[in-house]
């Protein structure tokens, strides 16, 4: 290849410089017929929708697509005879920057059955090559981009430092028994959780589960302080399920989609599955079971037994975003498993999810968190993102009409 594009890996915030560097070796460039290097910054949101359509008994497929292009920009560096390396060096080193949007939507990749969708974003230094026949030479670096959150960062800022804030409890009670006879036990799920308004990325966030369940009213037996009593609480975290899913809805040209996906375990719960864990944490769990007598017969009463659980999670996941055609809304769901029909306790708590930095002000690209160089957890059908963008026109001959 006669072309390297240095770009860093690392996740953009929307309003941010990007910087990066073409090197071009010679004598290859020469070599290689090329005439023109240009660099592009391509960014959209796309959406697509396969419908059915019935004639008698055939069924056909057709796929209607919708683009929006959030950024389209070109930079020429070089053009044939413009510049040469210095003596003895071989390659030419050859800077350019872009201004990302400031509303630059949130990275994000979506499929599902008959539908899709995506917000992608790439940079792809282009050698446009003489002759009709001879194909431009492409190098392409698909990157994650986030809008600016300072609400996010100050929240990101207290989290960080130990959560001494409000909290948020979310609870879910029910009354079940095993059968379809008898009387009802009571259970009861309460997850406590920062009382904060949005979520933001690569932060660990505390929470505490309770679960708690009275059996129905029963006699007295010393022998079932030490055996399972209906219905018991969960005893290890693998019992819980708490999972981070995401509800999309798709619209390419009119036509409407909905689609969910779980794509999280939290806080270490849950059993081992093909959905990734948000990052593996601590988890404390506690069980506690004692006998409540019903008013002065010490030998009638309930069984009231509570298991505790204190962790974190921390999230990964594009942040919540809406646009006319594609747009993605976050929930945390709970489940919790009881023996019987129906007797299992679900919730599902809406959470907005956002970045939780700032537009860099530096003017050099940096990774966003210290120590690392963060990204969304994307499919790696993202990172080809340069295939929607293929025209090999030269910059320097069509800038006017916008043409790459």
Known sequence: MSIQLHFGDWMRVGGEILHGEVELPFPQVIEDGIEEVHVKLRGRVYAQVTREVSEGVVASYVVETERIETVRENVVVWTKGSAWPLTGEGVLRLPFEFLLPLNAQPSCKYSGVAREGDVSYFIEAVGVRSGLLSRNRRVSKPFAVVPPDPTGLELRKSLLSGWSGPLNTISKSKNIRRGIWGSYAEIKAELVLPDISTYPLFT??????????????????????HKEVFPEPPRTPQAVSLVLRRHMKINAQGWKENGEQTIAQLGGLGKDSDTPASEPQPVSLTFDKKWVPLGDNEKVGNWVQEMVVESAF??????????RIFEQRNVIRLKIVFPGIGNDIEKEIPIKVTAGVITPTATAGAPLYEGSAENLDLPPTYWSANAWDDNDEKVASFASKGKS
């Open 314 to 323: 921390e999230l990964k996941c594009t942040p919540s975003f809406t646009t």
């Open 204 to 225: 660990k966030i505390p929470f505490t589960l309770r679960v708690i369940t009275k059996t129905k009213e029963m006699k007295y037996d010393k022998k079932d302080e």
